[in-house]
């Protein structure tokens, strides 16, 4: 067991809201996968021209819920 990080650098759709492909919606699906599978997220966002964070528990151990 050990530190982690997953970088992913893409183009493609972004924030629309009835659009199941969309990068934020796989990357929110993604975040809960790995929590549900025990992982802890301490950081998750999705940068398009501005920054959407998803996951901040930076400064807080254990992770917050």
């Known amino acids: ?3 982690w990080a997953i970088t ?3 183009t493609g759709a972004h924030n ?5 492909g969309d990068a934020d919606k796989i990357l929110k ?3 809960d ?3 549900a599978a025990g992982q802890n997220v ?3 966002s999705i940068t ?3 920054r959407d ?4 528990n930076v400064g807080y151990y254990p992770p917050q819920k």
């Open 1 to 3: 067991m050990g530190n």
């Open 8 to 10: 992913i650098i893409g």
């Open 16 to 20: 629309n809201k009835d659009y199941d």
């Open 29 to 31: 699906k993604t975040v």
């Open 33 to 35: 996968e790995l929590k």
């Open 42 to 44: 301490e950081h998750a």
């Open 48 to 50: 398009h021209g501005g």
């Open 53 to 56: 964070v998803l996951v901040d």
